[in-house]
């Protein structure tokens, strides 16, 4: 049971390139997220998935796509990464009581 | 849009001492989670409040949901050097599973 997992681990991007990030969970949890986290600022949530095949904006959406292919798993897709994109981006999953798991992250810089 | 404010941003303590952080929402919550998050971690759970007036304790840690779900503290009795991270509560939006998190508290224990 490895809880919920990120990759890649770390990411150095130029400004324009595009990647996705990956996030799993195999806790059979409905609900994920993804969360931005600026050095020494709290989490802003981008997007949510309620259950495969939906989802919906967070607090910062602008410059991200989010994909929910099936219960287990929910991209992050940067088109066109920009420095202000520069964080550490956190996975997470829950059920419906609320209750959040969180991966371990993925430290991203965009030069 | 529900903003969720903590305070004090900042708190350096002697190992020993007592330790509150408070946690105040813009809206009425449903409910309140709690997070604890240690230098280049990801936030873990640590306990979530539900009813109003709603006190909970976890060994020396105590959590309290206020009468009008609008906020909520956590309270370390006799800190230790284990207890050094971030603090984080966060509240749904209404209607939502979509949680908001707290601008957190970020503690220090002097040995």
């Known amino acids: 049971n490895a809880g919920v997992t990120q990759t890649p681990k770390f990411q150095v991007l130029k400004t324009g390139q595009s990647m996705t990030l990956q996030c799993a969970q195999d806790m059979n949890h409905n609900s994920m997220y993804w969360y931005r986290q600026d050095p020494g600022m709290g989490l802003r949530l981008i997007y949510y998935?309620?259950?495969?095949?939906?989802?919906d904006k967070g607090e910062v959406p602008n410059g991200y796509n989010v994909s929910r292919l099936n219960k287990r798993e929910f991209s992050l897709r940067l088109e066109s990464a920009a420095p202000s994109q520069t964080s550490v981006y956190f996975c997470?999953?829950?059920?419906?009581?609320?209750?959040?798991?969180f991966g371990p992250g993925t430290r991203l810089t965009v030069l | 849009g529900q903003q969720v404010m903590q305070i004090p941003q900042y708190q350096h303590v002697q190992e020993g001492e007592d330790f509150t952080t408070y946690c105040n929402s813009s809206t009425t919550l449903s409910n309140i989670q709690w997070y604890k998050q240690r230098p280049g971690g990801h936030p873990v759970f640590l306990i979530q409040?539900?009813?109003?007036?709603e006190v909970k304790k976890q060994k020396r840690l105590t959590f309290q949901f206020g009468e009008a779900k609008k906020n909520s503290s956590l309270h370390i009795t006799a800190t230790q050097t284990t207890d050094v991270g971030t603090y984080f509560c966060?509240?749904?939006?209404?209607?939502?599973?979509?949680?908001?998190f707290g601008t957190g508290t970020r503690l220090k224990v002097l040995a």
């Open positions: 966060a509240g749904p939006t209404s209607g939502t599973y979509k949680y908001i």
């Open positions: 409040l539900v009813k109003s007036g």
């Open positions: 998935s309620a259950s495969e095949g939906t989802t």
């Open positions: 997470a999953s829950s059920e419906l009581s609320g209750l959040e798991f």
